[in-house]
């Protein structure tokens, strides 16, 4: 790929259908609404006293009528995304009204505020189907994370995929160096590190580094190595609504940031060597992990020249094997070399990645766009 996945330039009728549309007659309701679209980052199409233009009923992601115009709007024609907003929470009346208007849900203010710019906010970003998130951590030091971690990611964007790495271990040294991009234009963790509240998708993927065409969002050389809980659920709350694949390089040290990056992962590889001690330590992080993550399975790296075999590791630790990651000659100079884990997709690593990716997304053949 030869750039980033981004929308053609919209036309003037695309631009139009992606604005939420206020219908309102009342102008302190409409202050409010405008006051919410702005915090959501959105800039709606507005019907106040007048028409709504041909065909915005229809095409806009998402209705706000307020409930001053519910009366005159019955007998519309049916669609998702209507939301009735009114003013006083003792009026059960309004769920009637908003039956009669076909609306999927009632936003009474200002009780309601936060939801409703979530709301608007996700229209306006087109959210869809959300990315399947996985999250690497490591048995023990040096277990490989990182390097699987960025192999994952790698052979999902290869594969033309909507795909974003992010570097959740600050002492790990960042995983730009790893993809041979530590001086590659783009934002780094401290940036979003304190961010609280809403962080809107389409920001943050356009601010990261693009390299080896995936988003990463990795730490710097600075002196910030804490990521507030806060900012973790903002940062990869964004990232997954812009569809796709999320790859989390996890510490093996589960404190409240990396909590609320289990809190949002869909499954855990928890990556093995086929060592006695290497499954001791590893037994001590799974059981850590699996306090917050349901699906955590192990990948055993080899060689095995332990005489430990994969099925074995993963009987000891009591968790289903997600497959077994063969050494890989020649690696260390390859990554010497600027070469990301997983470039060549003829290694072990590539292999291992194209299955994995295959048997978690059977329905797609690969992973999701």
Request: charged letters at 25%; aromatic letters at 4%; proline letters at 6%.
């Amino acid at each position: 790929m030869a750039g980033p996945i981004t929308p053609e330039r919209l036309t003037t009728g695309q631009e139009q259908r992606s604005k939420p549309l206020i219908v309102t007659e009342d102008e302190d309701l409409l202050d409010d609404l405008l006051r919410l679209c702005a915090a959501a980052g959105a800039e709606p199409e507005v019907a106040h006293g007048a028409a709504a233009q041909p065909g915005s009923w229809e095409s806009a992601p998402l209705v706000i009528v307020g409930d001053d115009c519910a009366a005159r709007l019955q007998g519309r024609g049916r669609r998702a995304g209507v939301l009735l907003v009114g003013r006083d929470l003792d009026d059960h009346g309004i769920w009637r009204r908003a039956m009669a208007i076909g609306a999927d849900n009632v936003a009474i203010l200002p009780d309601a505020e936060t939801w409703l710019v979530d709301r608007i906010a996700d229209a306006a970003e087109g959210a869809g189907e959300q990315a399947l998130t996985v999250g690497v951590v490591g048995g023990r030091g040096g277990a490989g994370a990182s390097t699987l971690a960025c192999a994952l990611a790698v052979s999902a964007a290869r594969a033309g995929r909507r795909t974003m790495l992010v570097d959740g271990d600050p002492l790990g040294g960042g995983l730009d160096v790893l993809l041979g991009g530590e001086s590659a234009d783009g934002l780094r963790w401290p940036a979003f590190a304190a961010s609280r509240g809403r962080v809107a998708g389409s920001a943050l993927e356009e601010s990261l580094p693009w390299l080896h065409s995936l988003r990463v969002l990795s730490w710097d050389r600075g002196d910030c190595v804490t990521i507030a809980p806060s900012a973790m659920r903002a940062v990869l709350a964004a990232a997954r609504r812009r569809g796709g694949v999320v790859v989390v390089d996890l510490p093996r040290r589960v404190d409240d940031a990396t909590a609320e990056a289990l809190a949002q992962t869909d499954l855990g590889l928890l990556v093995v060597p086929a060592e006695l001690r290497a499954v001791a330590a590893a037994d001590r992080v799974a059981s850590t992990v699996g306090m917050v993550l349901r699906d955590l399975r192990v990948v055993v790296r080899g060689p095995f020249g332990a005489g430990l075999e994969d099925e074995e590791v993963a009987r000891l630790l009591r968790l289903p094997l997600a497959g077994e990651l063969p050494y890989e000659p020649g690696l260390l100079e390859a990554l010497d070399r600027g070469d990301p884990p997983g470039a060549g997709a003829r290694g072990p690593l590539a292999r291992f990645c194209a299955e994995f990716w295959s048997r978690v997304l059977p329905s797609t053949g690969g992973v999701p766009a």
